[in-house]
């Protein structure tokens, strides 16, 4: 067993994560993080979601399937919009301070959420 660990509940659950797909649990673990951001609180330090299983990410973009129409319609609900510019605005207007510490790979909230490429497939 190492020291020199990032993040022991990371290591933890990619280790007892046998009966789902951990790759898809790194984008969850993102994905509640920036809605978090959409969806704040009353300020507090516990208001945030801070991504553990992060350290393992390889993605840029946590939902790359944004670009698709279809996809973005069936989507669109979680974030509380009902179109893709209302989706743009409400990003543009996020406070995007996730703090990465070089160990946690978060992408940017417009990276991650596939901003530029959004509905761009019929």
Sequence with gaps: ???????????????????????EMVK??????????FYPGD??????????????????EILPKMRSMRYFNKAKVLFGVDSVEEYKTKIEGLKDDIQNDGYHRIPNI?????????????
Aim: with cysteine; hydrophobic share 40%; glycine share 6%.
């Design 43 to 60: 300020g507090s330090i516990f208001d945030k979601w801070f991504p553990e299983l992060s350290c393992y990410n390889g993605h840029v």
């Design 110 to 122: 417009k990276s991650g959420l596939s901003y530029e490429e959004v509905g761009r497939i019929s």
């Design 28 to 37: 969850a673990d993102i994905l509640l993080c920036y809605m978090s951001l």
């Design 1 to 23: 067993m190492s020291l020199n660990r990032v993040s022991i509940t990371a290591d933890k659950m990619k280790q007892y994560a046998s009966i789902v797909n951990f790759d």
